[in-house]
């Protein structure tokens, strides 16, 4: 279990491959809206994609491109 409490806002998130995801914006974790991958909505990724928070990044279980494919975006 990765522990969460190192993930800060405005970090960024990264695939497996070290590609870039988004940002972080608040738990749950909410990428910021203003990231260019985000076409302006907020994104969330479930923490359970979450494989280690590693030298002020993010790092997640799979590869960016599939962590975009299934990110699910949120009104406002």
Do not use: F, R, W
Request: hydrophobic share 40%.
């Amino acid at each position: 279990m990765v522990d969460t409490t190192k993930i800060e806002e405005h970090m960024e998130v990264v695939g497996s491959d070290g590609q870039h995801v988004g940002s972080v914006d608040n738990l749950g974790i909410k990428l910021t809206k203003k990231d260019p991958l985000a076409h302006d909505q907020h994104h969330y990724i479930k923490l359970d994609y979450v494989a280690s928070v590693d030298g002020g990044k993010v790092v997640l279980t799979m590869p960016a491109a599939q962590a975009l494919a299934e990110y699910k975006a949120v009104e406002n």
